[in-house]
């Protein structure tokens, strides 16, 4: 199977991990620009070298493609960007004549533009470090409460941001007549980092109507982001096939509460993702997933108000299971970890613990499709799953939940906490059975969220 994938940037939870995911099917040849041509944190993609990588492919089978990328650079220049609508609509126009003549099955997702609850404006415009809690607040309540006016916030800058929300708005329902004009297999809505009230509900409220009025059974709104294209990928390789999931959630009492940054019920994340990944709901599935869910709220690595962990004896599967671990959001349950090193590494078939709920779910999900498949048509490749296990081990777990708290609150050097994560790793490698040469440590946004950890 041939699959091409424009991604969302160049982070490696959106990048690198793609590659290392497909690589475990040997039948899996995986086509995706390269990274220079993506955006980061502060440029966006060079549309022209992604114009020309679409160009270059021949006999695709799924072509899944982040829109924001060809629209605006990418998820976060989305929401910075001051091109015009024009402009816009002329890059989307110009992508599909071509797209359909290289790939009959488009698969593609854009995001209904995200109203952060902080006054962080590393990913958002200059304004929103002063007025981004502000604006949230006013959207909430606009929304829940009908209040329609803030006097604290200047006039020029609400305005700037309702524009720019507008704009998008008129690109998103631009996708639905592509999707009327069955353009795309599949078409995602992605509702990112999310509170239950805001702009962003009520774009999707609309949207939905749409689909709705058109029956157009091939359009979701999903709750997530960084995942969508992974959830896709499972929808590409479960086509025609009959793949069931048991899920298992070991706080039972808690499946109806809501995790942070979204806005549906833990229960509700992981059915949504099973069915966007194309799979079947079955006490006896094919594969067991473990969600470790939180208890009473779900805990922050990067808050670092509440941080979880798990009071309960897991019972392991004896047959095929995987573990996605949202006990806490932005890093894995320590206690967790501690529980599944002490058991033999047979039955595992994938784990992860990486930002939101729905990122986490999404993720393992696809990484425990991929085995499944690859074991069943004998194409896999096993130290292609211990390479991608031990980055993620390491990452969620040794990174984001233990190295990445000093380099948060105290501005420590990545390279002042190696020691501390090459001692973690050994740990991983013993459980694992996997001892690579060398690991190479960097923070490719010159910032503490995300690690590249490579291995050689």
């Known amino acids: 199977m041939k699959i091409a994938v424009i991604p969302i940037d160049n982070r490696p939870i959106c990048y690198d ?134 006097d604290k916030i200047p006039k020029e800058i609400l305005d700037d941001y309702i524009k720019t929300r507008k704009r998008n708005f008129e690109i998103n329902k631009l996708y639905l007549k592509l999707a009327q004009k069955n353009f795309f297999n599949t078409l995602i809505f992605s509702k990112d980092d999310c509170a239950q009230f805001g702009l962003n509900i009520l774009e999707a409220n609309s949207l939905s109507k749409i689909i709705k009025e058109n029956n157009l059974s091939n359009v979701l709104i999903k709750t997530g982001a960084d995942e969508i294209p992974l959830s896709l990928i499972s929808r590409a390789l479960t086509k025609d096939k009959k793949i069931s999931i048991n899920p298992v959630f070991i706080e039972e009492n808690s499946i109806n509460l809501i995790s942070k940054y979204e806005d549906i019920s833990i229960k509700n994340c992981v059915l949504a993702q099973i069915s966007l990944s194309g799979l079947g709901i079955n006490p006896k599935g094919d594969l067991t997933m473990l969600v470790n869910n939180f208890k009473d709220e779900q805990g922050d690595f990067v ?132 001892n690579p040469k060398k690991i190479n440590y960097s923070l490719p946004w010159k910032r503490s969220f995300e690690i590249r950890i490579e291995v050689q």
Request: charge should be positive.
């Open 17 to 150: 991990i793609i590659k290392d995911i497909l690589a475990l099917d040997k039948s899996i040849e995986l086509f995706m620009p390269e990274i220079e041509a993506l955006g980061d944190l502060k440029k966006p993609a060079d549309i022209n070298k992604l114009f020309n990588f679409l160009q270059n492919l021949k006999d695709i089978d799924y072509l899944i493609v982040c829109l924001d990328t060809l629209a605006y650079g990418g998820l976060i220049p989305s929401r910075r960007s001051e091109d015009d609508l024009e402009d816009i609509k002329k890059r989307i126009f110009d992508f599909v004549k071509p797209a359909k003549e290289k790939c009959k099955n488009i698969l593609g997702f854009s995001s209904i533009m995200r109203i952060s609850n902080n006054n962080i404006n590393e990913e958002e415009k200059p304004y929103w470090d002063r007025y981004g809690k502000m604006i949230f607040d006013w959207s909430y309540n606009y929304h829940k409460n009908k209040i329609k006016t803030n």
């Open 303 to 434: 808050l670092g108000d509440k941080i979880n962990s798990t009071d309960k004896k897991i019972n392991f599967p004896k047959t095929p299971y995987f573990i996605a671990d949202v006990n806490n959001a932005n890093g894995a349950d320590r206690e967790l970890i501690k529980q599944i090193f002490k058991q033999k590494a047979d039955n595992l078939y994938s784990f992860c613990a990486y930002n939101t709920s729905a990122n986490t779910i999404g993720c393992s999900i696809l990484i425990a499709l991929v085995k499944f498949l690859a074991l069943k048509n004998k194409t896999y490749n096993d130290s292609a799953f211990k390479k991608l296990m031990f980055i993620r081990f390491l990452d969620d777990w040794g990174y984001q939940s233990i190295s990445r708290i000093d380099i948060q609150k105290t501005n420590e050097e990545l390279s002042q906490k190696e020691e501390e994560l090459n001692k973690n790793a050994k740990l991983i490698s013993k459980f694992l059975n996997f």
